[in-house]
């Protein structure tokens, strides 16, 4: 059960008011405290009133705002996309539900259908996901991949990066494949996490790589997103027929 207090006098004006979260018998203290930071996260309440699935829909939404990647007409591959808050921008942002462009997601986990996009439900590292997704384009180049894959975190730091990189790798490997020229490779990775080899080879694939940190990203997460931009090209292989 929750409860809310105020923060701060009358005088100005509107009181801040902060949700506390009893404590629940077989609750433990993470995920009481995992529960009272969801109550109190702007960010979750925002996403509630715009209709997005997830309060990351925001972290897409302020990494395009700033480096204006997503534009009508695009194909886009959202990998790890469930709930698909970033589906659901992408969607927007190149008006693939008015037949303009087109937004292919994936995801391991079930997923509701988000109108103006092509949804997949399998492990993105499965052997046959990349055929799948391939098969979806038609024959044509993707001008972004998307990633907000994460793997179950374990507690463990070093296997949790190690987990995390694998997905990062797969999916670069992937962009590798189905991108066209100039397009661009957005994923997610954390602070120490991006591996010098990664991060030496998208700089070899791509004209210009950073690290980005959108400000929905919480101050106390480690998470941050490598953003790839200008592909130069030069794939693993040709694109399937």
């Known amino acids: 059960m929750a409860r809310r207090s105020s ?28 529960l009272q930071r969801q109550l109190n996260d702007p960010y979750v309440a925002a996403a509630r009133r715009a209709g997005y699935r997830s309060r990351a829909a925001f972290k897409l939404i302020e990494i395009d705002d700033k480096h204006r990647l997503l534009k009508p007409g695009q194909c886009v591959i959202d990998l790890g996309a469930a709930p698909g808050g970033w589906t659901q921008i ?23 259908t988000v109108p103006g996009a092509e949804v997949v439900h399998l492990d993105f590292m499965d052997e046959t996901a990349p055929d799948r997704l391939i098969a979806l384009m038609n024959g044509e180049y993707a001008d972004i991949v998307l990633s907000d894959m994460a793997a179950p975190t374990t507690g463990h730091s070093r296997t949790d990066h190690l987990r995390i ?43 210009k790589v950073q690290h980005v940190k959108p400000p929905s990203s919480r101050s106390d997460s480690s998470e941050l ?15 399937s027929d």
Do not use: H
Not at 92 to 108: F, H, L, P, T, W
Not at 172 to 186: I, N, S, T, W
Not at 225 to 239: C, D, I, S
């Open 7 to 34: 923060k701060g006098g009358r005088s100005g004006g509107e009181r801040e008011l902060t949700v506390r979260v009893k404590t629940a018998r077989g609750r433990t203290t993470s995920s009481q405290k995992w």
């Open 90 to 112: 992408t969607v927007e942002r190149v008006k693939s539900q008015d037949g303009d462009g087109q937004v292919i997601a994936i995801d391991i986990s079930e997923m509701e």
């Open 165 to 207: 990189m694998a997905l990062a790798e797969a999916a670069a490997y992937f962009a590798k494949d189905v991108l066209r020229p100039g397009g661009a490779f957005l994923c997610k990775v954390f602070q120490g996490g991006t591996e010098r080899g990664l991060l030496d080879e998208l700089k070899r694939d791509y004209e």
């Open 225 to 239: 997103y490598v953003l790839a931009m200008g592909f130069r090209g030069e794939r693993n292989q040709p694109l």
